[in-house]
C-alpha cells in the first residue's frame, strides 16, 4: 500500500516563474491537507480540501497560491510569480474518508522548492 | 486559538540516557495531541497521539508521551536513546473548533553522541 506521494521531491524555479506541487494521497484518503515549512521553523498549515472542495484556507496567503483537488489525479499547490520567500519545503498530508477529529494524517516526503 | 510550545530547539543525549522532549500547548477545548518524527530529508512520521481514554500514551521505537491536562502538557520521552534516534522531532495539536488541521510546535532537533 503505497504511501502519500509527492513529486517533484526538488523543484528550482526563478523569481517570477510557476511552481506547481502534486500530491496523490494514500489509497482511500479523500482528505488532503498542504503544509509549508520554512528554513529552520515547524510546519505551517496551509489548506485543507476534499475532492473538489475546499474546506479550510485560512493558511493560504491571500496572492499568488492557489490550490485544488480535482475528482480525478493529484492535488495540486499551485504558486504563480514565485519569489524567493517562498523557498521552503511543501508537504502534502492525506487522511481517510471521514476526516474524523483527531484522525492520524499521514505525510508525503515533500517538495523542497528553491526559488533563484 | 490553539498553540504549540516545544522548549529547547536542540537536545544533546547521550546513547543510553534518558530522552526528553517538551511540549506545552494552548487550547480553549480539550485537544488533540501528536508527537510527529522527521529525519533529515524526509515526511513525517507518527509517532504517537492522544485523543481521549488513558493519558499515557505508547507510540513506535519505544517513545511514550503524557497528557497532563493541569500542566496543559505533552512531554515525550523514552528510556534509553539509540543512535537511531537523531532526528527532528514535532509536537501538534488539532482542536474541534480548527477543522482537522495541525498546528505544530517549532520542532526540537534530537543529537545523540555516541
Known amino acids: 500500500n503505497a504511501g502519500v506521494m509527492q513529486n517533484p521531491r526538488h523543484l528550482v524555479r526563478r523569481r517570477g516563474q510557476e511552481a506547481r506541487l502534486r500530491c496523490s494521497p494514500m489509497?482511500?484518503?479523500?482528505?488532503v491537507y498542504w503544509y509549508r515549512q520554512l528554513p529552520e521553523e515547524g510546519l505551517k498549515f496551509m489548506v485543507y480540501l476534499q475532492k473538489e472542495n475546499i474546506i479550510d484556507e485560512s493558511g493560504m496567503p491571500k496572492e499568488r497560491f492557489s490550490a485544488e483537488f480535482p475528482k480525478e489525479g493529484p492535488s495540486i499547490l499551485r504558486i504563480q510569480q514565485v519569489v524567493r520567500g517562498d523557498s521552503a519545503a511543501y508537504f502534502c498530508a492525506s487522511s481517510p474518508a471521514g476526516g474524523l477529529l483527531g484522525e492520524t494524517q499521514y505525510f508525503g516526503p515533500g517538495t523542497r522548492l528553491l526559488v533563484l | 486559538a490553539q498553540s504549540v510550545t516545544q522548549l529547547g530547539s536542540h537536545v544533546s543525549v547521550s546513547e543510553g540516557a534518558l530522552v526528553l522532549l517538551r511540549c506545552n500547548y494552548s487550547?480553549?477545548?480539550?485537544?488533540?495531541l501528536f508527537w510527529y518524527v522527521q529525519y533529515p530529508n524526509q515526511g513525517l512520521q507518527l509517532l504517537l497521539k492522544?485523543?481521549?481514554?488513558?493519558?499515557l500514551v505508547k507510540g513506535i521505537n519505544g517513545f511514550e508521551a503524557e497528557f497532563k491536562k493541569s500542566e496543559t502538557s505533552f512531554h515525550l520521552t523514552k528510556p534509553s536513546a539509540h543512535m537511531s534516534d537523531a532526528a527532528e522531532y514535532f509536537c501538534a495539536v488539532s482542536e474541534r473548533a480548527a477543522g482537522n488541521k495541525l498546528t505544530f510546535g517549532g520542532g526540537t532537533r534530537v543529537l545523540v553522541k555516541p
Open positions: 489509497k482511500g484518503h479523500s482528505h
Open positions: 492522544y485523543t481521549t481514554g488513558a493519558t
Open positions: 487550547s480553549s477545548v480539550p485537544p488533540y
